[in-house]
């Protein structure tokens, strides 16, 4: 039971047990309930609901919960690298942090089930997001801008550092969230003189191979146009990968009038998709979007909801709440049945389950030709992940436990570090030895390498549980 505060027997707060940072917890009592029709085939039914679940975290966030977060970027004038630091990255890595926050209050999971996802999210976004855009982009060659991935893989490697230091004493503090919010507030201040920074970096090491274009990021100027239109640039097509601008209005002049009216019957998610191919992701999605259509206003601009993007944003967050609740608890009960070690799951099913929003928007831009943005949103939302997906948690969460700070074993910190690193250098080093540029065998190579973690992660942590931390 919990410890008693001034000797009153009323008054008990809960004494968490010790958390193994990236192990299966050495308390199991989480477990011990498991049924019989659960063991019996029953773990199914889990897996298939947390990918329904998947599916419908990725709609909200793509197409309810981002266009709110534009809004309040368009509202406060923000820059577009602010924005794109802030507001945008909190749209698409959404999902880690709230299953981050939610492994820590689910009563049927660990805390290592949101550090393993966030952990894993890092892995899935530089090899399988940076690897499948480098295949899918529909290009030979993309080409870079070295500045941006300078100063993204600097702010990555900080981040890392910070979590080594932060779990190296076996404990985390909940001043130690607190500093990791504040490091993240850095690099927003950093982004708010982006620009500078870059012009800076062009007179040290040279300009970009080419030009600095595909993705260079301007700061926004009031008055030559909203941030809403820039952002949206980037995104010409919707989710479900139909170009947003209707060939017919283009044939007939490109009257504006028409092809908005086109853009929204595409756009629109009730309406039959055009190859008998997208039928079943459409039929699967239909009960998400009737769903979020009914409940979260659409304040994209020029609805007659524009004005409630607050709104949208609330309900939008206890949308993503409830669904990234239930995706920890079904995780965690798959673990349970199966016995995987909660790392396992978070490493592999949560952390790519959650990135899925990065890897369509990154796909999305470079396919259009900007490959500095589709990188550096992989990229940057690690940083993301880690300082404000683990920090703000813990600084929410420890000050309302006992003794304002949490227990974890680190029998896998200094590996999973140096497996961080690892792949940020591989991924530094393939792109330099190639010119400043992806290329699809790359990608091939990277996803090669993806496949050769999750080999790690099942054979070694948890069947042969090389780290023997039971």
Not at 305 to 327: C, K, Q, R, V
Not at 354 to 372: E, F, N, R, W, Y
Request: contains cysteine; glycine residues 10%.
């Amino acid at each position: 039971m919990g410890d008693q505060i001034g000797g009153s027997a009323d008054v008990v707060l809960p004494s968490l047990p010790r958390r193994a940072l990236l192990s299966e917890d050495s308390d199991d009592d989480h477990c011990s309930d498991v049924k019989d029709w659960e063991k019996n085939g029953g773990f199914i039914l889990f897996f298939l609901g947390a990918l329904y679940l998947f599916l419908g975290i990725a709609i909200i966030c793509d197409d309810f919960f981002t266009p709110s977060l534009e809004q309040i970027s368009e509202k406060l004038n923000l820059s577009e690298d602010v924005a794109g630091a802030t507001f945008m990255a909190a749209g698409s890595s959404a999902p880690e942090l709230f299953s981050a926050t939610m492994s820590l209050v689910s009563p049927d999971a660990n805390s290592e089930l949101g550090v393993g996802t966030i952990v894993g999210s890092a892995v899935f976004n530089i090899l399988m997001i940076i690897g499948g855009t480098a295949i899918f982009c529909g290009k030979d060659r993309l080409d870079l801008d070295w500045r941006p991935i300078a100063r993204d893989a600097f702010f990555y490697s900080a981040s890392i550092i910070g979590v080594y230091f932060i779990f190296e004493d076996g404990e985390i503090q909940y001043w130690e969230g607190i500093i990791s919010v504040l490091l993240y507030l850095g690099y927003v201040l950093f982004m708010c003189f982006n620009q500078q920074a870059m012009e800076l970096m062009e007179k040290i090491g040279g300009p970009s191979k080419h030009g600095g274009g595909g993705g260079e990021v301007e700061f926004n100027d009031p008055a030559s146009g909203d941030l809403e239109s820039k952002l949206t640039s980037a995104a010409a097509t919707n989710g479900s990968g139909r170009n947003s601008v209707h060939p017919e209005a283009e044939k007939n002049g490109g009257d504006e009038t028409e092809a908005a009216d086109a853009a929204e019957e595409d756009s629109d998610p009730f309406s039959l998709p055009d190859k008998g191919i997208d039928y079943p992701l459409w039929l699967l999605s239909l009960p998400w979007y009737f769903a979020f259509t009914y409940t979260v206003p659409d304040c994209k601009p020029g609805s007659k909801w524009e004005a409630w993007y607050m709104t949208a944003f609330t309900t939008s967050i206890l949308w993503i709440s409830g669904i990234s609740y239930l995706m920890v608890e079904w995780c965690a009960r798959i673990g349970c049945i199966l016995d995987i070690p909660d790392v396992v799951m978070g490493v592999t099913v949560l952390a790519a389950g959650t990135s899925i929003p990065d890897g369509l928007s990154s796909i999305v831009v470079a396919k259009q030709g900007q490959g500095d943005m589709a990188v550096a949103n992989a990229v940057g939302s690690n940083v993301f992940d880690i300082w404000l997906g683990l920090g703000l948690p813990w600084a929410l969460y420890l000050p309302f436990v006992t003794g304002m700070k949490e227990k974890v074993e680190t029998g896998q910190l200094s590996p999973s570090i140096l497996i961080l690193f690892g792949i940020l250098m591989v991924y530094l080093a393939s792109i330099a030895v190639n010119g400043m540029a992806l290329t699809p065998n790359i990608g091939k190579a990277f996803i090669f390498l993806y496949f050769i973690y999750i080999i790690y992660q099942v054979v070694f942590v948890w069947l042969l549980d090389i780290f023997d931390t039971d």
